[in-house]
């Protein structure tokens, strides 16, 4: 039972490449989550899902967009990576109660 | 006013001392609240929940509601070195989303 998984744990993009995050659970949970952290700061909600095919955004979606065709995974797209996109992104599912369990991340660099 | 807001720290205690976490929230209408430890390079751990006014003791960790205040603490009592992370107080924001506050860095002095 490994959780939540995510890939890859580093990447280095040029500005303007793309890129797809992978995120996926093994918890059969229905709701899982996309944030962002930046250095200090808290956790930003980028974009979410409440289960397979359905999607809403978050706080902070400009740049990024998701799809979710299975319970399984939900991947983050970055199209035209942008320097304000450096940060370490974090994926978490939610099972029938509030709490939220997260992945080990993606430390992303744009340069 | 931000949603939920936490003591920035860093809050340095030594070993075996208590260290007392700060956490204040803007709605009114929030039922569940959270503290995660995120420890340097890692991604947050779950480490209380609480729903209800009053105490709550997990281990050497309580959680404290006062939902009138709009206030949640996090006390940790016989600090451990092992301790020392970055603190991450949760809130949530409707039936799907959490808001967290930025963070308390604590640190155990041995």
């Known amino acids: 039972n490994a959780g939540v998984t995510q890939t890859p744990k580093f990447r280095i993009l040029k500005i303007g490449q793309s890129m797809t995050l992978q995120c996926t659970q093994d918890?059969?949970?229905?709701?899982m989550y996309w944030y962002r952290q930046d250095p200090g700061m808290g956790l930003k909600l980028i974009y979410y899902?409440?289960?397979?095919?359905?999607?809403d955004k978050g706080e902070v979606p400009n740049g990024y967009n998701v799809s979710r065709s299975t319970t399984e995974d939900f991947p983050l797209r970055l199209e035209l990576a942008a320097p304000s996109q450096t940060s370490v992104y974090f994926c978490?599912?939610?099972?029938?109660?509030?709490?939220?369990?997260f992945g080990p991340g993606t430390r992303l660099t744009v340069t | 006013q931000k949603e939920v807001e936490q003591n920035s720290g860093p809050l340095s205690v030594p070993e075996g001392a208590i260290a007392s976490l700060n956490c204040t929230y803007s709605d009114r209408g929030s039922q569940s609240f959270f503290w995660y430890r995120q420890y340097s390079g890692k991604s947050p751990e779950l480490i209380m929940f609480?729903?209800?006014?009053g105490d709550k003791e997990d281990g050497r960790f309580t959680a404290q509601l006062n939902k009138a205040s709009q206030y949640v603490s996090l006390l940790i009592r016989d600090s451990q070195p092992s301790d020392s992370a970055t603190y991450l107080c949760a809130v949530n924001r409707d039936d799907y989303k959490l808001s967290f506050g930025a963070g308390t860095t604590v640190t155990v002095r041995a």
């Open positions: 899902s409440v289960g397979a095919g359905i999607t």
């Open positions: 609480i729903y209800s006014n």
């Open positions: 918890m059969n949970h229905n709701y």
């Open positions: 978490a599912t939610r099972g029938g109660t509030y709490e939220q369990y």
